[in-house]
């Protein structure tokens, strides 16, 4: 443990001095015993020069187990407006080591919040640099998500590097996130972390263990970007693939690729699965990762023959339309791929 905090309240007294109750609408659920907060920061290497960023800090349990760890520098952007006095307090106390910002993580940018002389070469180790948090469920995946494309783009606070995440998750959540080929839990979640990331399993938080206490567990996440992504295609073709082919998760692949294409290139699913040598009658959650990866090979060479095919979304009204009766398209001609 790195340097001691001066003598301040327990966190839950600063709860009660500041009446700082957990909003309902916000989903907010406090950690406020300080050995689940260190339990917390022990997933995190964290080593003498590391800068961390907490998105949603809340009271500031885990600000302050942060605090009391090595951490060269710890930063938290909180939305809420509420929890400024008591992080004032412990920015006041840390010693020019915390500095508190008041907004949305999701439209932060991170990224200049970290020395540039943090980064360091992507294929080499990771940098000096976390992002953790304890954020509400709904509000983590969905910054999950953005950040995989940062990720996948080396873009945002990944310029400096493969920057480590350490969150929390619903347990249902994570287990969806790290779910293997053929488990129950499969789904779109899991192949656009697992392409990006290595992820593991940290520890289960009972529910109990919040304040309040919600009705599900929670999951600790880490979750470090790989060096070479294991689908070499741009995030926006990978997560078009995966989601159309999973909408129809219980049903042989072919009835999702279908929504792939236009019904006019109907004729380019089969196409597709002469490509990609994928196996239409699988579902969804049975393939690997070397399938996605072919099937997104496969629709990557479909979408560079016919132009437009890669804006075509089945699900917006004007797609039925769109492609139907454009000049521009193609069928493909499957000797210039083979
Ligand atoms: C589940 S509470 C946890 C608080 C604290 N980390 C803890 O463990 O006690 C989530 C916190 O994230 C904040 N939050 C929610 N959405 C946010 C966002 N988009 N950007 C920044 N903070 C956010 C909430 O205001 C709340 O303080």
């Not at 970007?225 to 692949?253: A, G, M, W």
């Not at 990609?276 to 990557?300: G, H, I, N």
């Amino acid at each position: 443990m790195g340097s001691r905090l001066p003598p301040m309240p327990r966190i839950s007294e600063i709860v009660k001095l500041y009446r700082l109750s957990a909003t309902k609408k916000l989903s907010q659920n406090f950690l406020l015993d300080m050995n689940v907060c260190h339990k917390f920061v022990n997933c995190i290497s964290v080593t003498k020069g590391s800068h961390i960023c907490e998105v949603g800090p809340g009271p500031g349990g885990i600000t302050r187990a942060l605090l009391e760890s090595d951490a060269e520098k710890v930063h938290v952007i909180e939305k809420d407006k509420r929890f400024l006095p008591p992080l004032e307090a412990l920015r006041a106390a840390s010693g020019g080591r915390l500095d508190v910002h008041l907004g949305d993580a999701k439209y932060f940018d991170m990224h200049s919040l970290f020395p540039p002389y943090c980064a360091r070469p992507w294929q080499k180790m990771t940098p000096k640099v976390n992002i953790v948090g304890n954020l509400p469920f709904n509000v983590s995946l969905g910054l999950l998500l953005k950040w995989l494309e940062q990720i996948s783009k080396k873009s945002g606070p990944w310029q400096l590097g493969r920057v480590p995440l350490t969150l929390t998750f619903q347990h249902e959540v994570a287990e969806r996130i790290l779910a293997d080929v053929d488990s129950e839990h499969r789904c779109r979640l899991s192949i656009m972390s697992q392409y990006l990331c290595k992820i593991k399993y940290r520890y289960h938080i009972p529910g109990k263990v919040f304040v309040p206490a919600p009705k599900v567990h929670a999951a600790v996440l880490y979750i470090e970007p790989l060096n070479t992504p294991l689908i070499d295609q741009p995030f926006s073709l990978v997560e078009k693939v995966v989601s159309t082919i999973f909408h129809y998760r219980q049903k042989h692949i072919k009835r999702g690729a279908q929504d792939l294409f236009p019904p006019i290139m109907s004729n380019l699913v089969d196409d597709f699965f002469k490509i990609s040598r994928v196996d239409p009658t699988k579902q969804s959650f049975r393939l690997s990762m070397e399938e996605w990866r072919e099937l997104c090979y496969a629709y990557e060479q479909l979408c560079l023959l016919n132009p437009g095919l890669i804006d075509y979304n089945y699900r917006e009204p004007r797609a039925k339309h769109m492609l139907t009766t454009s000049p521009l398209v193609r069928t493909s001609n499957l000797n210039e791929l083979q």
